[in-house]
Nanobody
């Protein structure tokens, strides 16, 4: 049974940092495309970042480039999202996802991911 368990969310001030974790069981993160999505109140789920399984190429939505970093610890079977210089507009529930994508053209598509976590909430106060 595949499980993705996110943790690390919380309430912070603008400019602060947080690191989200996604611990996987039932799958090996190094063999899947792994991603983070987020959903703000009243908005649709949106792509944040992804890492390709084969060469660890990373992809980011424009609004987080230079501030967020996705990484993977194969030994812990866990992926991370380091979030720096947080802004109020980063407030959302953040979801971890596992799937298969080819590259930049489809890394941001929710339909490419078959496993999802329950989410962890991030609130950034300005």
């Amino acid at each position: 049974q595949v499980q993705l368990a996110e943790s690390g969310g919380g309430s912070v001030q603008a400019g602060d940092s947080l690191r989200l974790s996604c611990a996987a069981s039932g799958l090996t993160v190094s063999l899947y495309g792994m991603a983070w999505f987020r959903q703000a109140p009243g908005k649709e789920r949106e792509f944040v970042a992804a890492m390709h399984w084969s060469d660890s190429t990373t992809y980011y939505t424009d609004s987080v480039k230079g501030r967020f970093t996705i990484s993977r610890d194969n030994a812990k079977n866990t992926i991370y999202l380091q979030m720096n210089s947080l802004k109020a507009e980063d407030t959302a529930v953040y979801y971890c996802a596992a799937g298969n994508f080819v590259g930049a053209a489809d890394a941001n598509s929710p339909s490419q991911y078959g496993a999802w976590g329950q989410g962890t909430e991030v609130t950034v106060s300005s």
